[in-house]
């Protein structure tokens, strides 16, 4: 059975497949392996606008309605390199040395307006920045 038949038989026919298990195997689609960052213990990283608070990127422990409970969260005071919190979550920073992180730690913010999902290259980006110290 081809697998444009396997797809209809299931009535996947509109599914998207990135990823695809042939004899134990695993091959992922050209373009696709680097779309979302890897995990820690199942939680996603994220950057996360708040109302008052700034911007954060961390692991998203928990969220419930506008608190948002982050692991390793860095703060993201200033950076260079990404025009938009889209464009960091997507790409990362281009200029690590221009910008101004904070320290990892575990946080909650209570008025998140705005969750996104990183890519991996984004995550390494973020994390990849050395602390801002004075």
């Known amino acids: 059975m081809n697998l444009d038949n396997k797809l209809k038989e299931n009535d996947m026919s509109k599914t998207t497949i990135n990823e695809l298990e042939i ?23 994220v950057v996360v606008r708040t109302y008052s608070a700034g911007v954060f990127a961390g692991y998203l422990k928990n969220r419930d309605g506008k608190e948002v409970q982050l692991v390793d969260a860095i703060r993201l005071w200033y950076w260079d390199g990404a025009a938009s919190l889209s464009q960091l979550a997507t790409d990362g920073v281009s200029k690590p040395n221009n910008c101004k992180f904070g320290v990892p730690i575990n946080v909650t913010l209570t008025e998140a307006v705005e969750i996104i999902e990183t890519t991996n290259k984004a995550r390494e980006s973020i994390q990849g920045v050395k602390s801002w110290v004075i």
Do not use: C, P, S
């Open 23 to 45: 004899n134990g195997q695993t091959y992922i689609l050209k373009g696709t392996e680097d779309k979302k960052a890897k995990q820690l213990d199942g939680m996603d990283f």
